[in-house]
C-alpha cells in the first residue's frame, strides 16, 4: 500500500502525456508528473517517492524532499491563507494546509510556526497542527544521564526552550548563556542532564559527566592548535563572560578541560592565559 504522505519504493510501470507511472507490489499506481521526470527513468527503475494530494486530491508523487513529513513535526513558513486557514511552505507544489481549527491565534504571512503534520482520517487529507503538545508521546522508560538525542526546537517558555527528542518525546533546556543562540526550528544534539520523578528530562547542548570533560578537553586543544603560537589569554581567572565568547564552554567545564590537560601535561599556564605545549 503506498502511503500518503511518506516515502515509499516504487517501481516504474509505464509513461503516458501526463507522465510517469510508478506501481507498488500491490499494482497501485501513482503519476510521477512530468515536471519531475528526470532522464534516468525508464520502465523497471526503482526510485524513493513521496506521494501526497494534488490541487484535484488526487494522489501524486514527487522527487522532491518535502520539510515534514506525516507523523513528524516541522516549522514551517505560512505562504498564504483562506476563509479556512492558512497554507505552508513544506516544499512542494501544492502547499501544507493549516485549518484554523488547527491554529490556536492569528498567525502573520510571511512568519513561520512550528507543526505536526497528520493524516486526517475524516477527510483523508494531510494537514498540520499548530497544537503539536498533543501528539507528543509520554516518556515511560528510564533514561540515563547523559543519553543523546537528536532534537529540534519546539518552543520557549519562561524555563526555556521545549526540544521534540527523536520525533517523539519532548524535554526542556533551561534559559542560560548556551541557550542564547537558539531558535525554534533548530536541529540540534541534545544531551540528558537528568529525568525527573514526572519522567520529563532536562536537557544541555553539551555532553555531561565523563563526556563533557573529554568533549570540553578535546575542544580546547583543538582551539590551541589553530591559535597564533598556540596561545589563549583566558584562565581560571577569566570572567564567565570571557571564557565563553573564546571557548563556548561554561567557566565550570573551562576549568576541568584545563586541569585534565594540566594533568596530561599537554598545556601549562601562564600569567595571561594557556599555551600548548609542542
Given at each position: 500500500?503506498?502511503?500518503?504522505?511518506?516515502?515509499?519504493?516504487?517501481?516504474?510501470?509505464?509513461?503516458?502525456?501526463?507522465?510517469?507511472?510508478f506501481?507498488?507490489?500491490?499494482?497501485?499506481?501513482?503519476?510521477?508528473?512530468?515536471?519531475?521526470?528526470?532522464?534516468?527513468?525508464?520502465?523497471g527503475?526503482?526510485?524513493?517517492?513521496?506521494?501526497?494530494?494534488?490541487?484535484?486530491?488526487?494522489?501524486?508523487?514527487?522527487?522532491k524532499?518535502?520539510?515534514?513529513?506525516?507523523?513528524?513535526?516541522?516549522?514551517?513558513?505560512?505562504?498564504?491563507?483562506?476563509?479556512?486557514?492558512?497554507?505552508?511552505?513544506?516544499?512542494?507544489?501544492?502547499?501544507?494546509?493549516?485549518?484554523?481549527?488547527?491554529?490556536?491565534?492569528?498567525?502573520?504571512?510571511?512568519?513561520?510556526?512550528?507543526?505536526?503534520?497528520?493524516?486526517d482520517?475524516?477527510?483523508?487529507?494531510?494537514?498540520?497542527?499548530?497544537?503539536?503538545?498533543?501528539?507528543?508521546?509520554?516518556?515511560?522508560?528510564?533514561?540515563?544521564?547523559?543519553?543523546?538525542?537528536?532534537?529540534?526546537?519546539?518552543?520557549?517558555?519562561?524555563?526555556?526552550?521545549?526540544?521534540?527528542?527523536?520525533?517523539?518525546w519532548?524535554?526542556?533546556?533551561?534559559?542560560?548563556?548556551?541557550?542564547?543562540?537558539?531558535?525554534?526550528?533548530?536541529?540540534?544534539?541534545?544531551?540528558v542532564i537528568?529525568?525527573?520523578?514526572?519522567?520529563?528530562?532536562?536537557?544541555?547542548?553539551?555532553?555531561?559527566?565523563?563526556?563533557?570533560?573529554?568533549?570540553?578537553?578535546?575542544?580546547?586543544?583543538?582551539?590551541?592548535?589553530?591559535?597564533?603560537?598556540g596561545?589563549?589569554?583566558?584562565?581560571?581567572?577569566?570572567?564567565?563572560?570571557e571564557?565563553?565568547?573564546?571557548?563556548?564552554?561554561?567557566?565550570?567545564?573551562?576549568?576541568k578541560?584545563?586541569g585534565?590537560?594540566?594533568?596530561?601535561?599537554?598545556?601549562?599556564?601562564?600569567?595571561?592565559?594557556?599555551?600548548?605545549?609542542?
Amino acid at each position: 500500500m503506498i502511503g500518503l504522505g511518506l516515502f515509499n519504493e516504487l517501481q516504474a510501470s509505464h509513461k503516458t502525456p501526463q507522465g510517469w507511472y510508478f506501481v507498488d507490489d500491490d499494482e497501485t499506481e501513482v503519476l510521477l508528473p512530468n515536471s519531475e521526470v528526470t532522464p534516468d527513468i525508464m520502465s523497471g527503475v526503482i526510485k524513493k517517492l513521496f506521494c501526497y494530494l494534488d490541487h484535484e486530491e488526487r494522489p501524486v508523487l514527487s522527487l522532491k524532499k518535502p520539510k515534514v513529513i506525516r507523523d513528524h513535526f516541522g516549522f514551517l513558513k505560512i505562504a498564504d491563507r483562506s476563509k479556512n486557514g492558512y497554507f505552508l511552505d513544506w516544499g512542494l507544489q501544492k502547499q501544507l494546509f493549516l485549518p484554523y481549527r488547527e491554529s490556536s491565534e492569528n498567525l502573520e504571512l510571511g512568519s513561520s510556526v512550528f507543526i505536526y503534520c497528520y493524516l486526517d482520517e475524516l477527510s483523508g487529507r494531510l494537514v498540520a497542527s499548530k497544537r503539536w503538545k498533543r501528539f507528543v508521546k509520554p516518556i515511560t522508560d528510564s533514561i540515563a544521564p547523559g543519553t543523546s538525542f537528536k532534537a529540534m526546537v519546539a518552543s520557549r517558555s519562561d524555563l526555556g526552550f521545549e526540544c521534540i527528542l527523536d520525533g517523539k518525546w519532548i524535554g526542556l533546556i533551561y534559559h542560560d548563556r548556551d541557550s542564547s543562540t537558539l531558535s525554534i526550528g533548530d536541529q540540534i544534539d541534545l544531551y540528558v542532564i537528568r529525568q525527573r520523578d514526572d519522567f520529563k528530562v532536562d536537557l544541555s547542548l553539551h555532553p555531561v559527566g565523563l563526556k563533557a570533560l573529554e568533549a570540553g578537553a578535546s575542544n580546547l586543544l583543538s582551539l590551541l592548535r589553530t591559535e597564533s603560537k598556540g596561545f589563549l589569554s583566558i584562565h581560571d581567572k577569566s570572567s564567565p563572560e570571557e571564557i565563553y565568547a573564546l571557548t563556548g564552554m561554561s567557566k565550570k567545564l573551562f576549568k576541568k578541560a584545563v586541569g585534565g590537560l594540566l594533568k596530561s601535561k599537554q598545556i601549562t599556564i601562564e600569567t595571561k592565559g594557556i599555551r600548548l605545549l609542542k
